[in-house]
């Protein structure tokens, strides 16, 4: 069982069905948080709620059926998270779409729908969160899942790359403007993380686990629950200090 520490706290977590986003709200459900599960997947949303809840109580989550990139989908979340459970001091932002192919087949509506996924959807839920954290006077954090592709690019990838660092831009800029209301924004860029996201990039690319352990610093992939970790020292009080950092997991080499 974890040690408590977002004990009092109330977290959204977007694309919480995924890999990664199941792995957040677990971990930050065992650290005392409610957690409110936010995905389009409505079917794995119904399990992961029922999973959670059967070890943490029927008030430690609900799953809320989301479209990210939908402003009026964004707003309905966050107001249903404050309607049920008061307040919303944590936001996860960790949906995302990878279309795996070259610029040369990017369309304008895979492009578009990358964007909206990825990236506007950050700034929706920082811009709709923040405000609810600043009426309520709530020195929240906002964690967003960036990439190492965000920082340095990557194969088949231009769209997504394009709109992971968007994100970091987004992170730096909002570290600032929300600081004085003590609001601290930061991000996380995952490197090869074991999800159906990155089985899928690999396979795309004809890579094998001799690759992956040639390829990448610790020679194997990481864990959905040591990005969870990294996140989680995020949104909690410890990092009290830090705004506007982009956390690598998995090494930037
Ligand atoms: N797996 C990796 O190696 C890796 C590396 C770097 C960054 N990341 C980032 O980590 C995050 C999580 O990735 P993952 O590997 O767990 O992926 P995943 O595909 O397992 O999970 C993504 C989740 O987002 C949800 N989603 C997609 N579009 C949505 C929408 N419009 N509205 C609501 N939900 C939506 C999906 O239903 C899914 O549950 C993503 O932001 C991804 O870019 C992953």
Partial sequence: MGGGRLNGLVSVVTGACGGIG????????????????????????KILEKEIRSSHGDGSCFFMKTDVSDEEDVKESLRQAVDRFGRVDVVVNNAAVHYIESIFDTTEETWRKTMDTNLKSVYLFCKHAAR?????????????????????????????????????????????ELMPFGIRVNAVAPRAIDTPLFRRYLERR???????????????????????????????????????EVLVVGGDF
Avoid: H
Avoid at 136 to 151: C, E, L, P, R
């Fill in 22 to 45: 199941a792995a957040v709200s677990r971990l930050f459900t065992s650290e005392g948080s409610r957690v409110v599960l936010v995905d389009l997947n409505e079917e794995a949303g």
């Fill in 132 to 176: 609810q954290m600043i009426e309520k006077s709530i020195q929240g954090s906002i964690v967003n899942v960036s990439s190492i592709q965000g920082i340095r690019g990557g194969v088949l990838s231009a769209a997504y790359a394009a709109s992971k660092a968007g994100i970091i831009g987004l992170t730096k800029a909002l570290a600032v």
């Fill in 206 to 244: 004809g890579l094998t686990d001799e690759d992956v352990k040639k390829r990448y610093l610790f020679g194997r992939l990481g864990k959905p629950e040591e990005v969870a970790a990294a996140v989680l020292f995020l949104a909690s009080p410890e990092s009290s200090y830090i705004s506007g």
